[in-house]
């Protein structure tokens, strides 16, 4: 999975009044990142990992269900790039990002329900979070919501916190 923080500059450019995004972004070593490819190569590592889980009851439905939100990231994200307006715009975005969240908490229960693979549970959660806070970015940005003091909200980071298995975030 590739790591770094994402600048989110002219997310949206206006032309012949369909909105576009650039999905391009640089990562810490300034090196040019796809959007698009990222929420791809995420939904594959979900599917890699799933298909590593043993084959247990309670793995059954945890695995449809995280194997669902984290695709779907990528393809909300696709819907996202051919938004006709920007009202559809947010809207999928705002749908990229809670089908984010949701994989976080999907993965942190197939973490709790398999405690040997919590390190790889991790990193798939880290991902899902740094997601989060991108498509946050995205929306807060194309809505130009700021506080009072002028600064955009960020998202607290939580999870994994106070777990039998004895990791914290």
Known sequence: MVRGVCKIENIMKSSNSKFQISNKCQNSKN????????????????????KSLPKKDVNS?????????????GANYM???????????????SL??????????????????NPDRTES????????QELTLIFSSILLSSKKIKRRTGKVQ????????????????
């Open 31 to 50: 090196k040019e990142f796809d959007l698009e490819e990222r929420t791809a190569v995420f939904g594959e590592d979900i599917i890699v990992f799933v």
């Open 61 to 73: 439905s945890l695995i449809k269900q995280v194997v669902r939100s984290a695709t779907s990231i």
């Open 79 to 93: 819907e996202a790039d051919g938004a006709d307006s920007k009202k559809d715009f947010q809207y999928k975005i």
């Open 121 to 128: 549970c991790r990193k798939l959660w880290q991902e899902a």
């Open 96 to 113: 990229c990002k809670k089908e984010a969240k949701e994989t976080k908490h999907w993965v942190r229960m197939v973490a709790k329900a």
């Open 154 to 169: 960020n998202e607290k980071i939580q999870g994994f916190r106070n777990l039998d298995f004895g990791f914290h975030f």
